[in-house]
């Protein structure tokens, strides 16, 4: 991740060079341009871009060789923080600040506490919590930063639950018709459609990629997986079979026994007048007819209540597993089980300076 800051420093320093006495002036103070004397130079270790300059033109030095001088730093520094639980984060990103150094002879900054800030309520989505010195074999500031999750948790986290939502209820639309297919493959497209808008606008971490990630593939496999469940049982309530390729044994036999019938009663019609006892034979034809259909009937119905008993059965399971996530998601956001590795600023070497600089005020602005 990277950070964008403007940093106010307020450095004071001793330089011999241009101290003077009583005998050369009476005056305390003299005002010097900052370009005609030495300034202590800036660096960042873990800066990605720097742009530093005077907050004034001037510098005012007193007659002991005191010097006040204020630079403006824009920085745009490397952070490392954990984004697995987005968008509630909470991180630190250092800013370390540090002088020059060349071999065994530079410069180093000492800090002092004073530090205030401003600016933190302009940051758009990212908040700056709070800015410390922090003294770990290295002096840097310490910048606490936060995301507000109310436009994630709107945009992100309320869509998808509602849609999961949405799947739950539909299991109260009726298998047989197809509504209750059509809506589904309505919901999967919706949702389909959503993860493509926002799949450039989901932030994705360097070593612990984002739960939000985890979650969506959760919720696509669950959508489909229960459309794809809704069909089968809407096959399962026309034939015996969920193959398509497979008709029911009892509508191939009564497709038989219709043709057979058919082809009986055109004949019975041509003797109908000549032959009494056709018409006993085509009444027949007619109970055996009618019973077929009461027995098409009855395996419709039982194939009905088997479908209802499976359907409460398939709602059953998908509102457990749906608990279950929401509870292994409630434990895992609260344990800390990825953890990002530390960002490396600073050199290996360490070189150890006469400490001639030192900081009186710092004041950050984000």
Not at 318 to 324: E, K, R
Request: aromatic share 10%; proline share 4%.
């Amino acid at each position: 991740m990277q950070m964008s800051s403007r940093v106010k420093v307020n450095m004071k320093w001793n330089d011999p060079g241009l101290a003077w006495n009583t005998n050369t002036s009476n005056a305390t103070a003299i005002m010097l341009p900052v370009d005609k004397i030495w300034t202590p130079r800036l660096i960042l270790d873990n800066a990605i871009d720097i742009t530093a300059q005077p907050y004034k033109s001037d510098v005012l030095v007193l007659r002991n060789g005191n010097v006040d001088h204020a630079v403006i730093l824009f920085v745009s520094v490397s952070c490392e923080i954990n984004l697995f639980t987005y968008p509630f984060v909470i991180g630190d990103c250092p800013v370390a600040i540090n002088g020059w150094n060349q071999g065994s002879c530079g410069l180093i900054l000492s800090f002092t506490d004073d530090i205030t800030m401003s600016g933190s309520e302009q940051s758009g989505e990212w908040l700056t919590e709070n800015v410390n010195i922090t003294h770990d074999k290295r002096t840097y500031l310490s910048v606490t930063l936060s995301i507000n999750p109310f436009s994630a948790v709107v945009t992100l986290i309320l869509p998808s639950a509602l849609i999961i939502l949405a799947d739950l209820v539909s299991f109260a639309l009726p298998v047989q018709g197809g509504e209750r297919n059509n809506l589904k493959v309505t919901l999967v497209l919706s949702f389909t459609m959503f993860l493509v808008i926002l799949n450039d606008h989901l932030s994705s971490g360097t070593s612990c990629s984002p739960l939000l990630h985890y979650h969506f593939c959760f919720c696509l496999v669950n959508l489909v997986l229960s459309m794809v469940t809704s069909m089968v049982l809407t096959r399962l309530t026309s034939d015996d079979s969920i193959l398509p390729c497979k008709c029911s044994k009892i509508i191939k036999t009564q497709n038989a026994n219709l043709g057979h019938y058919g082809a009986d009663a055109g004949l019975t019609e041509t003797k109908t007048s000549t032959d009494q006892a056709s018409e006993v034979a085509s009444l027949q034809k007619i109970v055996i007819f009618l019973d077929n259909m009461d027995q098409k009937e009855q395996v419709a119905n039982s194939n009905v209540g088997f479908v209802d008993r499976l359907d409460k059965i398939c709602f059953c399971f998908f509102l457990f597993i749906d608990i279950i996530y929401i509870i292994i998601v409630v434990i895992v956001t609260r344990t800390d089980i990825c953890k990002p590795k530390p960002l490396v600023i600073w050199d290996k070497e360490d070189y150890y300076f006469y400490f001639w600089d030192y900081f009186n005020d710092t004041s950050y602005n984000y």
